[in-house]
């Protein structure tokens, strides 16, 4: 069964950090640019940050820019999401997805439509 499993969500305190990790088990992950999108209720789901197979490319949304850091580890089939100086509006439920359907080295995007297989979920909240 092809299935990404994040963990790593929590609670913290505004300004503090947490790493959310994204895990693939039935598939190989690095031959697929990975996505972090997230949802925050009552919103629509949001492009976070996105990394290419060989995870020398990224992109960023604007309102994580310089705070949010993506990478990944293919020999540990995992992506992460390395979050810092987190605010009260980053509060959501983060989800990871893999764009099984593209391959090729270059790539990547923040367009939650290429992506075709995603996770569960995990709840990180920012509150004092």
């Known amino acids: 069964q092809l299935q990404l499993v994040e963990s790593g969500g929590g609670l913290v305190q505004p300004g503090g950090s947490l790493r959310l990790s994204c895990a693939a088990s039935?598939?190989?992950?690095?031959?697929?640019?990975i996505g972090w999108f997230r949802q925050a209720p009552g919103k629509e789901r949001e492009g976070v940050s996105c990394i290419n197979s060989s995870g020398g490319r990224t992109n960023y949304a604007d309102f994580v820019t310089g705070r949010f850091t993506i990478s990944r580890d293919n020999a540990k089939n995992t992506v992460y999401l390395q979050m810092n100086s987190l605010k009260p509006e980053d509060t959501a439920v983060y989800y990871c997805?893999?764009?099984?359907?593209?391959?090729?080295?270059?790539?990547?995007?923040?367009?939650?439509?290429?992506?075709?297989?995603w996770g569960q979920g995990t709840q990180v909240t920012v509150s004092s």
């Open positions: 039935g598939f190989t992950l690095n031959a697929y640019a």
């Open positions: 997805a893999a764009a099984r359907a593209y391959s090729g080295p270059y790539f990547y995007t923040l367009n939650s439509n290429a992506y075709n297989t």
